[in-house]
C-alpha cells in the first residue's frame, strides 16, 4: 500500500485543483492520500466529492508556526493536524488570521521586489489567487517564472525568497505548542513536518522535538525529499525512543516542486496508529 500524507492543491500553494490532485494521486499508484493545505481546509469538500474509487482521503491542514530552536532563539516549523474538526472555532479563527497575515506579509515582499525594478505586481500576485487562499512565497516565485526574471521556483526561491535573503519576511506564525494543542483539543492528530529541511533554513534541535513530544506531538515526518539520509537515520531513532509515529510523505505541490506524489511514503501501522489516536481522542470527548 503506498501513503502519501502531505500534498498541497490550489486551496494553499499547489498547482492542481483538490480534484486535480485527487485523480493524480490515483494516476501515480497512490492508495492513501492526505490533503494538508497550509492553514485553511476549503479544498476538503471538493476533494471527497472527487474522489476516484479505490483512493482513500486523510483530511488535513499543514499549520504555520514557529517554535523555540534549542539554541536560545526561534524558528519557523510547520505541523500537519490530520483528522481534525474543522468546525473548531480556535482553528477557524487562528487559520483566518494566518491567511490575513500571509497576504499582507506577500503584498509587502511583492512591493519591496517591484521597487527594486524587478517586474511584480503586488495587486496582480493576489488578485489572483482565491478570496479565502493563504498567500505564499510560491505564488510570488511562480510569478517571477512568469515574468520571465527566473526558469523554476526553486530558483526564485534561492535567488530572492529563502530566509535571509534580501526579501525574506518573518509571519506572525502560531506558536507551535499552541497549535499542537488545537489539534489535539479538535480530536485531531499532530505530527511534525519535515523538521530537518535544512536547505529552507535553520532547523530545531532534537531535544526541541522531545519537549513537544511532552506536550502532546503525535508524529514526526520522518521521509521527506528535503531530509539527509543522515538525518533521516537520526529522526527515526529519536522517534523510536520518543515513541513517536514516523510518517513520509512527498509534499507535492504539484509543478511549484519536482517532486511527485508518493515518492516517499507512509508505512500502514503508522496511519493506522494515527486514525487510532483521532478515535481516542473523540471517543475521549464523548466520554467527557
Request: aromatic content about 4%.
Amino acid at each position: 500500500m503506498r501513503i502519501d500524507l502531505h500534498a498541497h492543491s490550489t486551496a494553499s500553494d499547489g498547482t492542481d485543483t483538490p480534484a486535480q490532485l485527487m485523480a493524480a494521486a490515483a494516476a501515480a499508484g497512490v492508495d492513501v492520500v492526505a490533503l494538508t493545505d497550509h492553514d485553511t481546509t476549503t479544498g476538503w469538500d471538493e476533494a471527497v466529492g472527487s474522489l476516484p474509487a479505490g483512493l482513500r482521503l486523510i483530511r488535513g491542514a499543514e499549520f504555520s508556526c514557529v517554535a523555540p530552536d534549542g539554541r536560545g532563539g526561534r524558528v519557523s516549523v510547520h505541523l500537519l493536524g490530520y483528522l481534525f474538526d474543522p468546525d473548531s472555532s480556535t482553528i477557524v479563527a487562528e487559520q483566518a488570521r494566518l491567511r490575513d497575515e500571509w497576504r499582507a506579509r506577500l503584498h509587502t515582499m511583492a512591493t519591496r521586489m517591484a521597487a527594486d525594478g524587478l517586474p511584480v505586481d503586488p495587486d496582480a500576485v493576489l488578485g489572483g489567487l482565491p478570496p479565502d487562499a493563504p498567500a505564499g512565497r510560491p505564488h510570488l516565485a511562480q510569478a517571477l517564472v512568469s515574468a520571465g526574471v527566473v526558469g523554476t521556483v526553486d530558483e526564485a526561491f534561492h535567488r530572492f525568497l529563502n530566509f535571509g535573503g534580501r526579501y525574506y519576511l518573518d509571519r506572525a506564525d502560531t506558536d507551535v505548542r499552541t497549535a499542537i494543542r488545537m489539534v489535539r483539543d479538535a480530536d485531531g492528530v499532530a505530527v511534525l513536518a519535515h523538521p530537518m529541511a535544512r536547505r529552507r533554513g535553520p532547523v530545531i534541535e532534537h531535544a526541541v522535538i522531545a519537549e513537544l513530544a511532552r506536550q502532546g506531538l503525535a508524529g514526526v515526518e520522518v521521509d521527506h525529499p528535503d531530509h539527509a539520509d543522515a538525518d533521516r537515520a537520526a529522526l527515526r531513532d529519536l522517534a523510536g525512543e520518543l515513541d513517536l509515529v514516523i510518517t513520509g510523505s512527498s509534499d507535492y505541490h504539484g509543478t511549484n516542486k519536482a517532486v511527485s506524489l508518493g515518492q516517499q511514503t507512509t508505512e500502514p501501522e503508522s496511519l493506522e496508529r494515527i486514525e487510532q489516536l483521532a478515535t481516542r481522542s473523540r471517543v475521549a470527548m464523548v466520554s467527557s
